[in-house]
């Protein structure tokens, strides 16, 4: 099959685009309303995902996925997607359309919560592996940006999504078994729609455990970051242990500081104090936690 053919192939399922210049020629160009946030996110095969526990599709929603939850995290809506892909010999073609079925997915489910946003570009290569970078586009919309560096002794910190869902389906599809945390390891839902509602101080997606992005919003912000485990335990999804909430990662829920009430949909989960890293329970946690690709 050409390269040609692979580009039809993906594209026969991409959603509209209301670019002013959409994906095919040299450069999409953008009409965004406001500022422009932009991130991009890898996808490695065998160590982001296995071929034998996720299908193409479950991999084209991840990428749109973990990408679109960094643009709303500062409150950007996820308006224009890119995916950059390396394919090896043994994907089928047939893979390879079930993947952009997965983009196709997610854009559709994006919908709902946040508003169109469509692919409007990428590129593929022959490569060894499967790899899958994804760069999102998010419109400010003439909102704030929310940084990491806004939490301050008193607020309270909040999170939204399914807390340790993904740490456990990992275990569970480990053991060969299935069930709903499996199915969100597989195909992580970020409330983006909250995200970018919310009056927050400080925000950012759980991606590499709670305890190791608190640790990143309390370095930035100059503060300490006190977690409640019965809170946390609360508000986590359902037979998540505490050690799978504080440390399990690739939930993309939303971590985030409020100076005032916890907002419709939110948990609150603890509180920020002076002081510098990460407390459970009053007491300082030494172990970075979480995953660390070079650790
Ligand atoms: N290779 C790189 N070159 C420049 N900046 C990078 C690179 N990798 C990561 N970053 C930046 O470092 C910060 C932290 O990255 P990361 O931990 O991947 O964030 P996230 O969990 O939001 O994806 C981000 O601002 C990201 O853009
Ligand atoms: C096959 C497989 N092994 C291990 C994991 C677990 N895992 C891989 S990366 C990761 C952390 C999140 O990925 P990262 O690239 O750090 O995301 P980012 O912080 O850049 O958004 C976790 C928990 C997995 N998802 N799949
Ligand atoms: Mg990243």
């Known amino acids: 099959m050409s390269e040609d053919e692979l580009l039809a192939l993906i594209a026969r399922h991409l959603p509209a685009s209301t670019a002013t210049v959409p994906t095919g020629d040299d450069c999409a160009v953008l009409a965004p309303k406001g500022e422009v ?6 996808l490695v095969e065998n160590v982001h995902f296995r071929r034998d526990w996720s299908s193409g599709a479950d991999i084209g929603w991840r990428c749109v996925m973990q990408n679109v939850a960094d643009a709303a995290a500062m409150r950007a809506r996820p308006m ?5 892909m390396t394919i090896p010999e043994n994907v089928t073609a047939d893979w390879v359309e079930d993947f952009s079925w997965g983009l196709r997915e997610a854009c559709d489910h994006l919908y709902s919560l946040s508003g169109p946003i469509a692919i409007d570009g990428g590129d593929l290569s022959r490569g060894p592996i499967i790899v899958a970078a994804g760069t999102v586009v998010g419109d400010m919309e003439g909102r ?15 999170h939204t999504g399914n807390l ?3 740490a456990r389906g990992y275990e569970l599809i480990q053991a060969g078994k299935t069930g709903k945390a499996v199915r969100l390891f597989l195909r992580p839902e970020p409330p983006v729609n909250r995200a970018i509602g919310v009056g927050a101080t400080a925000m950012m997606d759980v991606s590499d455990g709670l305890v190791r992005d608190c640790r990143r919003i309390a370095k930035a912000s100059g503060v300490a970051l006190e977690l409640d485990s019965a809170l946390v335990t609360a508000a986590a999804s359902p037979d998540v ?5 504080l440390y399990g990662g690739e939930d993309h829920g939303f971590l985030a500081t409020v100076d005032g009430p916890v907002p419709d949909g939110w948990n609150e989960i603890g509180r920020v104090v002076e002081g510098t890293g990460v407390l459970v329970d009053g007491k300082q946690v030494d172990a970075m936690g979480g995953w660390d690709h070079f650790g």
């Open 241 to 245: 242990t505490l050690e799978q909430a």
């Open 80 to 84: 224009s997607f890119f995916v950059a």
């Open 37 to 42: 946030a932009i991130s991009t996110d890898i």
């Open 164 to 166: 340790g869902a993904s």
């Open 144 to 158: 704030e940006p929310v940084l990491r560096s806004g939490a301050r002794p008193g607020h309270k910190i909040v």
